[in-house]
């Protein structure tokens, strides 16, 4: 198969590459965005951040916001109820980083203490709102703005079209499909089919999102919707290599084989290493009890491992000790 075209732009700000790291609040922080970046990501976005808590000026929203030179392009995202506050935090976004170029607004977060506030894909029921609200939002910066939306509230109302045509005419420059229902939140399939040759009825750049597990998801993903790009989720954590895999394919037509387990043991090394440096020991090894197992996953006989990991996690050490164990 022959290489296919690689490159696009989100207003003035050039992609070049088809793997957009997705943003997961918990997970993307940007020690987990930069370990990413050298497999091959074209984009990143950071896990989203509420609009009022950087206009309270809560130091911990502010962290959220940090991006670094490495990730480049990087989006930033917010979630909020209404254009105003969203407005408000954009300016504070600019005043505090210089180093972003994108701003992404959540529009797919399922979460009901979101959703009952009025944000994150509640705001997906009513498209003409929704234009009157991106319009001021897009008008008030010079950066583009993007959006991260769903298929719909649920089966009965699904609605991405009149969405996506609202925020196309309201001035947003790209848009990635989480292809789920909202009542679906994050399990059973995404609905790539409802997204057949999408790509064909918009303006602007599209991004697809949902169970891309495998250079094949990826594939199928795009050759169905003709998205520009795939967003990897939890499909890449624990196995960066998969974003290697999609970004060489697009760039040259090769496969690349998977990552053996003595790559992925080193992989974790390095990544357990930058999240300490992010967050302190403490903090990265209790998010490491759930992410760490996961560069095991696959391998034959790493049951124990795997459990140790979740389990017996407390120092950099620890982590190192369990891994000497393993039988490579
Ligand atoms: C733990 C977790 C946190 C997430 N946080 C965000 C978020 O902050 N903003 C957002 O737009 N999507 C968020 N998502 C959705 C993902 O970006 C992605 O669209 C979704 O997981 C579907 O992809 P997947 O099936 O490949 O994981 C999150 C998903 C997970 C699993």
Request: a positive charge.
């Amino acid at each position: 198969m022959s290489p296919l075209s690689f490159m696009f732009k989100i207003g003035n700000i050039e992609i070049e590459g088809k793997v957009i790291l997705a943003p997961m609040a918990g997970v993307t922080s940007l020690a987990y965005r930069d370990f990413m970046k050298p497999f091959g990501v074209a984009l990143t976005v950071t896990e989203m951040v509420s609009d009022c808590g950087l206009i309270y000026e809560n130091k911990k929203t502010l962290d959220y916001i940090k991006t670094s030179n490495i990730e480049r392009p990087v989006a930033i995202q917010l979630f909020g109820n209404d254009a105003e506050t969203i407005i408000k935090a954009m300016k504070i976004v600019e005043k505090e980083n210089q180093n972003f170029d994108i701003f992404d607004i959540n529009l797919g977060c399922p979460v009901p203490k979101v959703t009952k506030a009025g944000s994150g894909s509640v705001l997906l029921k009513n498209p003409a709102k929704l234009q009157d609200m991106f319009t001021k939002i897009c008008t008030s910066t010079s950066k583009p703005v993007t959006a991260k939306i769903r298929l719909g509230w649920s089966d009965e109302t699904i609605n991405f079209l009149d969405n996506i045509k609202a925020l196309e005419n309201a001035g947003v420059k790209a848009i990635g499909i989480h292809a789920r229902t909202t009542a679906q939140l994050y399990s059973g399939k995404p609905r790539y089919e409802l997204l057949n040759d999408l790509r064909k009825k918009m303006s602007i750049p599209l991004f697809v999102s949902g169970d891309i597990y495998s250079l094949d998801d990826a594939i199928n993903a795009l050759n169905i919707t003709g998205a520009d790009a795939v967003m990897v989720a939890r499909g890449g954590v624990g196995n960066p290599t998969l974003v290697k895999q999609i970004d060489h394919f697009y760039k040259t037509g090769e496969r690349l084989p998977n990552a053996s387990l003595v790559e992925n043991i080193e992989y974790l090394k390095q990544f357990t290493d930058m999240l300490i440096n992010e967050k302190g020991e403490y903090r990265a090894m209790s998010l490491l009890r759930g992410i760490s197992p996961k560069f095991l996953d696959g391998f034959p006989g790493m049951k124990p491992y795997k459990n140790m990991l979740a389990q017996s996690l407390t120092t950099k050490e620890s982590l190192h000790r369990i891994l000497d164990q393993i039988n490579k």
